[in-house]
């Protein structure tokens, strides 16, 4: 499952920067998505405002645009869209009719889909993507409408990416919770029932007359003493 995540007005310094504190949002949003959807198995590519055609060549299984809105409604809400044609239309709506289900439920922000717009249904990057890439923009919220919208997209943005996630997981069919790692179980010996075997009894040794006879001949030979004591003394060693 090979995805983009691209956050609104990333690396803009002019023109086209979006709403106050948007473009900060857009990008701390899109890292976490992208990170939490790499743990469960996608593919992300993460791109700017302009990404390069190497970033974005080929056919995708999804192109996502992250956004908030400006605080022009007098009210807070979100809402998501799709390109107006494209080769891919029914997916997109598919995605993005789970994305906002997903995301409607974990956030509680309002959904406002009369707020699309020529911006999002015609957004510029749909005409860079190829013709059967899935392509879906989400409007996150009113950025700083409050204390609705801004008290959840500034201060509670684990829940936004939590809505996200669990959108394009379920579109994608991927558990959105991810299973433990289980240990495998260490085995343990059983305690041997058979007694050990008895210590071999140590066997004395026995004395040996001819190894004493060789030693006291031999202590006689190298000893002190005149040559017809020695004498002697072997002869007594002697057989008879």
Not at 175 to 193: A, D, G, K, L, Q
Not at 219 to 240: H, Q
Request: charged share 20%; hydrophobic share 35%.
């Amino acid at each position: 499952m090979k995805i983009i995540i691209q956050a609104g007005h990333e690396g803009r310094t002019s023109g086209a920067t979006g709403a106050p504190n948007e473009m900060s949002f857009n990008i701390d949003i899109s890292n976490q998505v992208a990170f939490e959807l790499t743990k469960r198995g996608f593919q992300v590519q993460r791109v700017n405002a302009d990404p390069t055609p190497e970033e974005i060549a080929g056919d995708w299984d999804l192109f996502l645009a992250i956004h908030y809105d400006a605080d022009i409604y007098g009210s807070g809400g979100f809402f998501v869209d799709t390109p107006l044609n494209d080769g891919a239309s029914e997916r997109s709506k598919q995605i993005a009719y789970l994305l906002r289900q997903e995301y409607g439920g974990t956030t509680n922000i309002v959904y406002h889909p009369e707020r699309a717009n020529k911006n999002t249904w015609d957004y510029y990057m749909w005409k860079l993507l190829s013709w059967n890439t899935p392509c879906v923009i989400i409007e996150c919220g009113v950025g700083m409408h409050v204390p609705d919208d801004h008290s959840v997209l500034h201060f509670n943005r684990p829940l936004v990416v939590e809505g996200i996630v669990k959108g394009i997981c379920l579109a994608f069919n991927v558990p959105y919770i991810i299973p433990p790692v289980v240990e495998p179980p260490v085995t343990v010996p059983e305690p041997s029932t058979t007694p050990p075997a008895p210590e071999p009894t140590p066997i004395p040794s026995e004395p040996c007359p001819e190894k004493e006879t060789l030693q006291k001949l031999h202590d006689i030979r190298w000893g002190k003493g005149w040559w017809w004591a020695k004498w002697a003394k072997i002869t007594e060693l002697l057989p008879k």
